[in-house]
């Protein structure tokens, strides 16, 4: 049935800037506080106080444009965004609607052959949290957000399904997170996503009517609700009937969505220029040195990889996908320069001991990380070893040279010791040393196997090939 429609998706995504301060006012900008603690006469919205901008998070909004491609205006005014609800104290929200700090812009996905436009990125600031209760205690109001900076991000209705959403906001969390302008931690609403959806007929022109849903805090519920309102509007189609345009609330864990009010356009927020704010201006020169600030950015990184470093385009996203990730790479490479050698390690072993419920932990240092796989290459280690010291060394414990002397793990045993272990492996397994004539791989993988067993790891494999090739030859 879904091959009869084509889906057109719109995002927009919040993500909360890592300044010290609010936007228009000196409280702390910090999550997990006690309630209503970091707040103040302007935040909340008391009569007389008046906003002040704060210029870092100008100048955090210029960069968020800049990593995504966007052109940055002359002039960007503030308005005020009327509406009323309980976690709004001033009953407007300010906001950018005429005249954002970026314009247009995009990234790519699908393996860099669909661009995906943005139509801006505005600054604005964040609203307070409603914390439900029971129905004895009712609903609690925790103003500490209210007022934190948080940036827009607007995109064309350019994505066509819930996979493509999925790299288009990964795409601009890990940019935000790459020029350390965002922590994106979603479960702590850092990063939230209102979906755009509407259906049309294959092939054409015309929009159909568009709902939307609002505050999905996870890729996954993104997903999900993204397939879920797209079946539920080709079945209202189907059957002859209206989709509404309306605001749709997402429960993820009943895994649907409910009306929540009529769609609103802007022109039902009354839209007006903040009159305590004046109009900014930004100079070419502040872009340009904000420009020369930004690091190199994932997709920078991840064809740094596969030109210079000679990996594999599905080992260098791997590696991309992460900032921390990509980091301990590229600071391995500063004291082990092999590039292969060290993706491998850490694509294979590493990430099994990465916490990665809430964000990535690597417990490994920089400095033991290097060690072993120096140990491992001066065969000083053998493999099963070097990834227990990474197994070891990731839960906590520091200085992998000392570990390995005190785990006996060191490839300290004797050619003679090695050599009495072979013959009496050959000894009690005669049938596989006379399969080694004919099948000569199989057999060695077999005894190189059993003795490396007998001798924890700690004996060199190449001398073990040796000898049993010696012995049996």
């Not at 922590?183 to 709902?211: A, F, Y």
């Not at 033991?368 to 990731?394: H, P, R, T």
């Not at 050959?426 to 006379?434: G, R, S, W």
Request: glycine share 6%.
């Amino acid at each position: 049935m879904q091959d009869k429609y084509d889906v057109v998706i719109g995002l927009e995504v919040h993500a909360e800037l890592k300044t010290n301060t609010k936007v228009f006012c000196s409280c702390p900008n910090k999550f997990g506080n006690e309630p209503n603690t970091n707040c103040c006469p302007v935040c909340i919205g008391l009569p007389g106080a008046l906003p002040i901008i704060n210029k870092k998070a100008v100048e955090y909004t210029i960069k968020a444009g800049l990593c995504m491609g966007c052109e940055i205006n002359d002039v960007a005014v503030f308005e005020r965004k009327n509406y009323f609800y309980p976690d709004l104290s001033k009953a407007y929200q300010i906001s950018q609607l005429v005249k954002p700090i970026c314009v247009g812009g995009g990234v790519w996905v699908q393996n860099h052959t669909k661009f995906i436009r943005l139509d801006r990125i505005h600054l604005e600031e964040d609203a307070g949290k409603l914390i439900h209760k029971n129905e004895q205690v009712g609903t609690l109001i925790d103003y500490n957000r209210g007022g934190v900076p948080l940036i827009e991000m607007v995109s064309k209705p350019d994505i066509t399904c819930a996979d493509e959403a999925v790299e288009f906001l990964n795409a601009l969390r890990n940019n935000l997170i790459y020029a350390n302008l965002a922590d994106c931690k979603m479960e702590q609403g850092g990063m939230r996503c209102d979906v755009n959806l509407s259906i049309k007929p294959k092939g054409s022109n015309i929009l159909g009517t568009r709902t939307e849903m609002k505050n999905l805090n996870s890729f996954k519920s993104v997903a999900r609700a993204i397939e879920y309102e797209t079946a539920r509007q080709i079945e209202l189609i189907e059957k002859g009937e209206q989709v509404k345009q309306e605001t749709r609330k997402w429960d993820d864990e009943k895994g649907k969505n409910f009306p929540l009010r009529q769609k609103e356009d802007s022109q039902d927020y009354r839209y007006f220029p903040d009159p305590d704010i004046l109009a900014i201006n930004i100079p070419r020169q502040i872009v340009e040195d904000l420009r020369q600030d930004i690091p190199t950015l994932p997709q920078e990184r991840k064809k740094k990889y596969i030109e210079e470093y000679n990996l594999s385009e599905y080992d260098a996203e791997q590696l991309i996908s992460d900032k921390k990730v990509s980091d301990f790479f590229d600071c391995v490479l500063n004291n082990y320069n092999e590039p292969k050698k060290v993706a491998n390690w850490i694509m294979t072993e590493l990430m099994k001991y990465i916490n990665n419920e809430d964000e990535i932990n690597i417990g490994i240092s920089v400095d033991d990380f290097v060690s072993i796989l120096q140990m491992y290459d001066k065969k000083e280690i053998g493999q099963q070893n070097a990834k227990k010291l990474i197994e070891l060394c990731s839960n906590g414990n520091i200085d992998a040279r000392k570990l390995a002397k005190e785990n006996n793990m060191l490839n300290d045993i004797s050619i003679d010791e090695i050599s009495k272990i072979v013959e009496e492996i050959l000894t009690n397994n005669p049938k596989a040393v006379t399969d080694f004539a004919v099948n000569r791989d199989k057999v060695m993988t077999f005894f190189l196997g059993q003795v490396m067993r007998a001798t924890k790891g700690k004996a060199n494999p190449d001398d073990v090939k040796k000898i049993i090739i010696s012995k049996l030859d």
